[in-house]
């Protein structure tokens, strides 16, 4: 039974706060804003409830589960391959990787453990499956994370009110545990994106000037 501690524990990883550097990563959302297809919180939302459904979200909530149950070194290699590969542009790549690795750093110098080089998702994973934490609080979690860093990014690029921000994360809770949930039996086999403007918006960001965010 996870411990109320155990739930502390996935709130300070996941915070904000945590030094994984989120704040500067838009996941193309910046595309979106400087080319006009987001600029109220109902787009916002939608677009939002698109990468989750369609795109990253779901398939990090895969690789999270995949790396919980991982059960060597050599399952840990694939599967980043495998995150890698399902990365839409080389800001992705760049986004998932360092976070991943400030992450699985910070981790295991707190919390003791291997420092494993591996994508956000997958370090996520490791770290759980170690301390044993619940696994499906710590998918519907990181999702939450997921959503409310990117919510944070049109807080501020849009601009969009601090009252409109939550009131789009609040509109994705049900969606978040919903993909968490859905995930429970799903394998590699079931990675991919069809959030085909979010993709695109993420691999024109790569020459988009001028910008504010790494990603």
Request: net charge negative; hydrophobic share 45%.
């Amino acid at each position: 039974m996870i411990t109320d501690i155990d739930i502390l524990t996935l709130t300070q990883w996941l915070s904000p706060s945590f030094p994984v550097g989120a704040f500067a990563y838009s996941h193309g959302l910046e595309t979106a804003f400087q080319n006009g297809q987001i600029s109220t919180a109902d787009a916002l939302r939608d677009w939002l409830a698109d990468v989750l459904t369609h795109g990253s979200g779901r398939n990090d909530c895969i690789l999270l589960r995949a790396a919980y149950a991982s059960t060597s070194h050599d399952d840990l290699e694939r599967l980043n391959l495998t995150a890698l590969a399902v990365s839409a542009s080389s800001e992705r790549v760049l986004e998932t990787t360092l976070q991943g690795r400030a992450f699985s750093q910070t981790t295991a110098a707190i919390w003791g453990g291997d420092d494993v080089n591996a994508c956000y998702p997958i370090a996520v994973g490791v770290a759980a499956a170690r301390r044993k934490l619940d696994l499906e609080i710590t998918a519907a979690l990181y999702l939450h994370a997921f959503a409310s860093n990117l919510v944070s990014a049109a807080v501020r690029a849009i601009p969009l009110g601090q009252t409109d921000g939550q009131r789009v994360l609040s509109a994705l809770l049900p969606l978040c545990e919903e993909i968490a949930q859905t995930t429970r039996e799903g394998d590699l086999d079931d990675l991919g994106s069809t959030a085909f403007l979010s993709d695109i918006a993420a691999m024109r960001h790569e020459t988009l000037q001028p910008r504010i965010f790494r990603s």
